[in-house]
């Protein structure tokens, strides 16, 4: 009776989801079509091919892409493709008798340390320059990622998951637009795609959930080798079986964010988990190089195996020699997963509510992966 009951469930509550359909965890800011939701202000032209916003410096008037939305407290992201120009993100800005006014994280990366400092537009001018310059970061007529957090008196940005500047302004708005900028130029030309925003109740701000130096906080578990140089997290293979570093502490509700290399194996990050004996159960965002599908996707470790693929060939989104950036969001049923920006897949699942992380070496396999950056926004 207890089968028969627990299956009755699970018919019942996949037919509400699938009726209900998916509201998403983030927020687009832009639909991949059209420029709903914003409003031009200056000379640049502005518009979409390609899933794009494009944007080239012509006329003799600076140029914003406006949200009609004001925001408060958030974390930003977006992947842009720099080719020329002088560009910059506003946030909690306004705009007053035409002109532009309040936060702008700068991005040119024409100028060596302009892109990810912060300024204050038709205002106090530069509150914080980056020490860190464009071309350790940055690559031209690619995609790259800008994220910005603003929280409280609190504004970080980070570009490729390098962290630029963090300031505390207490003198600064705290709610406002976001705004895109164009520079007229001839050599002028930008490209936005996959803007998003997470805004933050009772501002809450990001947990570091690894200090850099030590394994506080974890523990390890099976057949692995886990060891700490640069601030960074090393997992090796050790006699062939599972292998796995778990988090001490449980977490319901979060956006967790983090850095990663692999270069070849199969990997993963488990959450909303949980162990039993030697093994870990519970939602993996997978990893594996190897595969077309299987990085980013979402597996159901020891319990339901693959639960949702992506839709596209995910192994093209790795960069295989460099750091990749993992993002984990769950929110009440709600799970989203996306690496260097780039959303995988999404699900729902009013089942799984608490669980703890956990970093996987696959059985089986010789194999190393790095971790760092790892920092946790708990809802």
């Excluded at 008037?61 to 493709?81: C, H, I, N, P």
């Excluded at 270069?263 to 990893?287: E, K, L, P, T, Y």
């Excluded at 295989?320 to 996306?338: C, H, K, M, Q, S």
């Excluded at 897949?345 to 089942?351: L, R």
Aim: with cysteine.
């Amino acid at each position: 009776m207890k089968f028969v009951r627990t299956l009755l469930v699970g018919l019942i509550t996949s037919i509400v989801i699938a009726n209900a359909g998916y509201a998403g965890i983030w927020q687009p800011l832009f639909n991949g079509e059209n420029l709903d939701g914003w409003k031009v202000l200056g000379s640049p032209e502005w518009k979409v091919e390609d899933g794009a916003i494009k944007v080239n410096g012509v006329g003799d008037q600076m140029g914003w892409l406006l949200t009609e939305k004001s925001y408060s407290d958030f974390v930003f992201r977006a992947r842009f493709k720099w080719s020329g120009g002088n560009s910059g993100i506003q946030v909690r800005s306004r705009v007053e008798d035409g002109k532009m006014i309040g936060y702008q994280c700068n991005l040119d990366p024409g100028r060596p340390t302009a892109t990810g400092s912060l300024v204050e537009e038709n205002g106090r001018g530069m509150l914080k320059a980056t020490k860190i310059t464009a071309n350790k970061v940055f690559k031209k007529d690619q995609w790259n990622t800008y994220e910005i957090t603003a929280i409280g008196d609190r504004i970080e940005i980070k570009v490729n998951g390098q962290l630029m500047i963090s300031h505390n302004d207490p003198k600064g708005d705290k709610k406002g637009i976001i705004a895109l900028q164009m520079v007229t130029s001839p050599e002028s030309s930008m490209e936005w795609t996959d803007l998003r925003i997470l805004e933050i109740p009772n501002k809450q701000d990001w947990v570091s959930m690894f200090d850099g130096k030590s394994l506080t906080g974890w523990k390890t578990l099976g057949d692995s080798i886990w060891s700490i140089a640069d601030k960074t997290i090393k997992g090796e293979s050790d006699k062939g079986g599972y292998g796995w570093l778990l988090s001490e502490k449980e977490y319901s509700n979060f956006h967790c964010s983090l850095q990663f290399k692999i270069a070849s194996g199969n990997s993963g990050i488990q959450f909303r988990s949980w162990a039993v004996d030697d093994m870990v159960h519970g939602f993996q965002a997978d990893i594996d190089p190897s595969s077309d599908w299987i990085t980013g996707h979402l597996y159901d470790q020891s319990e339901k195996g693959i639960l949702v693929k992506p839709k596209f060939d995910s192994s093209k989104i790795l960069d295989l020699e460099g750091w990749n950036t993992y993002e984990i969001t769950a929110i009440g049923p709600d799970v989203e997963l996306f690496i260097n920006g780039i959303k995988t897949i999404e699900h729902n699942d009013p089942t799984r509510k608490k669980g703890i992380f956990a970093f996987q070496i696959h059985k089986g396999i010789e194999m190393v992966t790095y971790w760092k950056d790892i920092r946790i926004i708990e809802f």
